[in-house]
Antibody
Framework: QLQLQGSGPGLVKPSETLSLTCSVP??????????WGWIRQPPGKGLEWIGS???????YYNPSLKSRVTISVDTSKNQFSLKLSSVTAADTAVYYC????????????WGQGTLVIVSS | EIVLTQSPDFQSVTPKEKVTITCRAS??????LHWYQQKPDQSPKLLIK???QSFSGVPSRFSGSGSGTDFTLTINSLEAEDAAIYYC?????????FGQGTRLEIK
């Protein structure tokens, strides 16, 4: 079973940039047929897709967050990253990384999630 | 943006019951509808892809149906371990969206 491991600071100050990384040990991020995505879940709430990236660097983002989001990929390290700028308390959430099948765009494997709290 | 509305929001059921959760899309999405299960303090897990195709390793008591705007997740002979929140997800158009979730409690 594919494993995805998210990591990054659990506390970010308002107006700063949230940065998370997702590693894929035992799997190649350069495989065709897959995108790599980020989804978030505020405490006690539902799921929101943030954006996804192909190993080539091609990205697509949720328009509601597009002005603040950057997703990048580092194939040499077999990992991909999320940056969300100008954060506020509304960005407090568990952030999940997940593999997304490019035929159908469903998420077949998810990381364990990283809780990020935005607070001064 | 396509809005997915699940019903019910909450359901309390006894083991061995049959459960039906529905997901309605605000516009036609063909079969680009997928279902996930999220247990407490865990990440979501894929159950059903393309409305009716079971994902590898998912117990046979889980099944999905529907197309267009109306979809159903059915759990036959519910087990205690099925207590979770269930989400539908559409990938027909961007941005991808999720339903609000249905919380299933086992009595």
């Amino acid at each position: 079973q594919l494993q995805l491991q998210g990591s990054g600071p659990g506390l970010v100050k308002p107006s700063e940039t949230l940065s998370l990384t997702c590693s894929v040990p035992g799997g190649s991020i350069s495989r065709t047929n897959y995108y790599w995505g980020w989804i978030r879940q505020p405490p006690g709430k539902g799921l929101e897709w943030i954006g996804s990236i192909y190993y080539s660097g091609s990205t697509y983002y949720n328009p509601s967050l597009k002005s603040r989001v950057t997703i990048s990929v580092d194939t040499s390290k077999n990992q991909f990253s999320l940056k969300l700028s100008s954060v506020t308390a509304a960005d407090t959430a568990v952030y999940y990384c997940a593999r997304q099948v490019d035929e159908g765009y469903y998420f077949d494997y998810w990381g364990q999630g990283t809780l990020v709290i935005v607070s001064s | 943006e396509i809005v997915l509305t699940q019903s019910p929001d909450f359901q309390s059921v006894t083991p061995k019951e049959k459960v039906t959760i529905t997901c309605r899309a605000s516009q036609s999405i063909g079969s680009s509808l997928h279902w996930y299960q999220q247990k407490p303090d865990q990440s979501p897990k894929l159950l059903i892809k393309y409305a009716s195709q079971s994902f590898s390793g998912v117990p046979s008591r889980f099944s999905g149906s529907g197309s267009g705007t109306d979809f159903t997740l059915t759990i036959n002979s519910l087990e205690a371990e099925d207590a979770a929140i269930y989400y539908c997800h559409q990938s027909s158009s961007f941005p991808h969206t999720f339903g609000q979730g249905t919380r299933l409690e086992i009595k």
